[in-house]
């Protein structure tokens, strides 16, 4: 049987660059869209697998964070855009579970990484109910025995 090798291709887990190749030897590689990385390489899908990193840019960024003392989180103290958690809860009265992916297409105006990080936060606060499905899978949904007040 053969197997055909695919591509890895390093994605920024935050701004979701992909790291192409210098352009001089000794150059650092350049960071863009994986759109234009995927068309410059005439890759397709299923002909690459995308393994996840830092960008140069986003690694600072959190290098600075990581010398600041950050504040445990609470119910009331988070770092969210006022607008994520009540679209992730609203995603909710019209699907009783899902998982991330799913909950990601059923909110359109956040990004991945916000979805996640939200998740995670919810869950720690017991808003939220994450379930092992297997294969690096998890199934999300909003304990029955919980009230949400809205604005938290």
């Keep these: 049987m053969r197997t055909e090798m695919k591509t890895f291709i390093p994605i920024c887990c935050v701004c979701e660059n992909v790291r192409g190749e210098a352009v001089t030897p000794g150059a650092e590689p350049e960071w ?3 759109k ?3 068309d410059t390489h005439h890759l ?3 002909g690459y697998r995308l393994t996840h990193t830092y960008c140069p840019a986003c690694a600072g960024q959190f290098t600075k964070l990581g010398r600041t003392a950050r504040p445990a989180v609470t119910e009331e103290h988070h770092d969210t855009d006022t607008n994520v958690t009540p679209t992730i809860l609203d995603a909710f009265d019209h699907m009783q579970q899902c998982d991330l992916d799913m909950l990601v297409e059923a909110c359109p105006t956040l990004t991945w990484n916000q979805v996640f990080s939200e998740v995670d936060r ?3 606060m017991g808003h939220l109910r994450l379930s092992h499905l297997g294969q690096g899978r998890y199934s999300i949904e909003r304990p029955q025995s919980v009230e949400v007040v809205a604005g938290f």
């Design 32 to 34: 863009g869209p994986l």
């Design 36 to 38: 234009t990385y995927l």
């Design 44 to 46: 397709t899908i299923g």
């Design 122 to 124: 919810l869950s720690r």
